[in-house]
Antibody, heavy 115, light 112 residues
Framework: EVQLVESGEGLVQPGSSMKLSCVASGFTFSNYGMNWIRQAPKKGLEWIALIYYDSSSKYYADSVKGRFTISRDNSKNTLYLEMNSLRSEDTAMYYC????????WGQGVMVTVSS | DVVMTQTPPSLSVAIGQSVSISCKSSQSLVYSDGKTYLHWLLQSPGRSPKRLIYQVSNLGSGVPDRFSGTGSQKDFTLKISRVEAEDLGVYYCAQTTHFPPTFGSGTKLEIK
């Protein structure tokens, strides 16, 4: 059974940093690209980052480019999202999702940016 | 970015009825490999999204065949036959043909 389990949720002040993790199981993690997708409270879905299976390419939404970094450790079956210079508008539920047809999603972690 | 326009924004249906949700894209979703990367997701209340249909009409694993998807190019439809109580939630269309991936604004399905 495929599982994606995110961790790292919390409340942080504007301008601070935070790192999310997503541990994958049930499939060969190192063979697949992975996404981070977020959902602000009562809003729709927003794709924010993609990393290729071998970390050779990384892509970001304009809304997070230069502030967020996606990475992975295939030896640990883990995907990461490092978030810097956090803003109130980054408050959202963050999901990891397997690329490219989005077949599997994690349960999500809530990130709240507030003073 | 490709804009995905979903209609209607909400639906209220009785158990056993059928419903359709429309999704229109601002560009053709046919990729250079000839495939169309248009997918349908359901977000049940308090849950993460679950993929129902991929590449227009392919049923995801474990998804009941009451769900079906049709369409081509820029115009797509999700049909739910014989709605059941567990079908309530927000339905999203999503495209992964063009970068960046984009989503429709969602259709909220309520049960009468």
């Amino acid at each position: 059974e495929v599982q994606l389990v995110e961790s790292g949720e919390g409340l942080v002040q504007p301008g601070s940093s935070m790192k999310l993790s997503c541990v994958a199981s049930g499939f060969t993690f190192s063979n697949y690209g992975m996404n981070w997708i977020r959902q602000a409270p009562k809003k729709g879905l927003e794709w924010i980052a993609l990393i290729y299976y071998d970390s050779s390419s990384k892509y970001y939404a304009d809304s997070v480019k230069g502030r967020f970094t996606i990475s992975r450790d295939n030896s640990k079956n883990t995907l990461y999202l490092e978030m810097n210079s956090l803003r109130s508008e980054d408050t959202a539920m963050y999901y990891c999702a397997k690329a490219s047809d989005l077949p599997y999603w994690g349960q999500g972690v809530m990130v709240t940016v507030s003073s | 970015d490709v804009v995905m326009t979903q209609t209607p924004p909400s639906l209220s249906v009785a158990i056993g009825q059928s419903v359709s949700i429309s999704c229109k894209s601002s560009q053709s979703l046919v990729y250079s490999d000839g495939k169309t990367y248009l997918h349908w997701l359901l977000q049940s209340p308090g849950r993460s999204p679950k993929r129902l249909i991929y590449q227009v009409s392919n049923l995801g694993s474990g998804v009941p065949d009451r769900f079906s998807g049709t369409g081509s190019q820029k115009d797509f439809t999700l049909k739910i036959s014989r709605v059941e109580a567990e079908d309530l939630g927000v339905y999203y269309c999503a495209q992964t043909t063009h970068f960046p991936p984009t989503f429709g604004s969602g259709t909220k399905l309520e049960i009468k």
